[in-house]
């Protein structure tokens, strides 16, 4: 096949002011988690241009339902919510068949991890993870419960708001997107470290979720849409 796969393959280039700061001043955790010298560009390979394949028969799909433990079994604590959206790529296209991973902390902001080793009540009805494929037209959907808040360990006043953490695996590992959500309105948005790490204005509110409008149901779900783009100009910046 004449011509590398770079040149058959473009994708935009990164821009740093639409991404998480690569050290935060005041988290610690960045200096684990950021290169410290400058990335060594290559040419890039099928191995990044068509994997990973087949991710639907290795991982475990179909549970979109946080707000519970078990189907049909008693709801978690916390008020409902149901998050939807579009996995997008850089043209604005949907993209179909994407592993979209959903996991986040519980109501009072305990998640169920081992690290996690605050003094914040577990629930025993809430899982906290869920994954599922987008459809045709890039769709996901997921119930839950609205985490809460809960304090940095390494911090004296450093508070996280209220946030999903989401993972995506697109067509290739070029599309490869982690990144978290946030609610809109929330106060402690203002003095995250990690959301107000993110210069560019526009792409920071790439972060926040749409609040849907509101109605009164059988179910009283606060609905909220957030939309997922892997790559180009409109990007969801990265936050892990």
Same mark, same amino acid.
């Given at each position: 096949m004449?011509?590398?796969?770079e040149?058959?393959?473009?994708y935009?280039?990164?821009?740093? =002011?639409?991404?998480?700061?690569r050290?935060i001043?005041?988290?610690?955790?960045?200096?684990?988690?950021?290169?410290l010298?400058?990335?060594?560009k290559?040419?890039?390979t099928?191995?990044?241009?068509?994997?990973?394949?087949?991710?639907?028969?290795?991982?475990? %799909?179909?549970?979109n339902d946080l707000?519970?433990?078990?189907?049909? &079994?008693?709801?978690a604590?916390?008020?409902?919510?149901?998050?939807? &959206?579009?996995?997008?790529?850089?043209? &604005?296209a949907?993209?179909?068949?994407?592993?979209?991973e959903?996991? /986040?902390? =519980?109501?009072?902001?305990?998640?169920?991890?081992?690290?996690?080793?605050?003094?914040?009540p577990?629930d025993?009805?809430?899982? #906290?993870?869920?994954?599922?494929?987008?459809?045709? *037209?890039?769709?996901f959907?997921?119930l839950s419960?609205?985490?809460?808040?809960?304090?940095?360990p390494e911090?004296?006043?450093?508070?996280?708001?209220?946030?999903?953490?989401?993972s995506?695996f &697109?067509?290739?590992?070029?599309?490869?997107?982690?990144? /978290?959500?946030?609610?809109?309105?929330?106060?402690?948005n *203002?003095?995250?470290?990690?959301?107000?790490?993110?210069?560019?204005? *526009?792409a920071? /509110?790439?972060?926040?979720?749409?609040?849907?409008?509101?109605?009164?149901?059988?179910?009283?779900?606060?609905?909220?849409?957030?939309?997922?783009?892997?790559? #180009?100009?409109r %990007?969801?910046p990265?936050?892990?």
């Amino acid at each position: 096949m004449p011509g590398s796969a770079e040149s058959q393959v473009a994708y935009f280039p990164y821009e740093d =002011n639409t991404q998480t700061a690569r050290e935060i001043e005041g988290y610690s955790r960045t200096l684990t988690r950021t290169p410290l010298k400058a990335l060594v560009k290559r040419p890039l390979t099928l191995s990044e241009l068509t994997g990973p394949t087949g991710l639907e028969g290795k991982l475990k %799909i179909g549970n979109n339902d946080l707000s519970r433990a078990v189907p049909g &079994g008693p709801p978690a604590l916390g008020q409902r919510i149901q998050i939807c &959206g579009r996995v997008l790529d850089e043209e &604005g296209a949907p993209v179909c068949g994407a592993v979209v991973e959903m996991w /986040q902390a =519980n109501a009072a902001g305990k998640y169920i991890h081992e690290y996690d080793k605050t003094d914040s009540p577990v629930d025993p009805n809430f899982i #906290g993870t869920g994954r599922m494929l987008s459809d045709e *037209e890039g769709r996901f959907e997921f119930l839950s419960i609205k985490p809460g808040a809960y304090p940095v360990p390494e911090s004296d006043w450093w508070w996280r708001p209220p946030h999903v953490h989401f993972s995506i695996f &697109g067509p290739s590992w070029m599309s490869r997107l982690v990144t /978290q959500m946030f609610f809109p309105g929330d106060p402690l948005n *203002e003095s995250d470290l990690l959301l107000t790490s993110v210069k560019d204005e *526009e792409a920071r /509110q790439r972060l926040i979720a749409q609040l849907l409008p509101t109605k009164v149901g059988a179910n009283n779900i606060l609905q909220f849409r957030h939309d997922l783009v892997l790559r #180009g100009k409109r %990007i969801t910046p990265s936050l892990d």
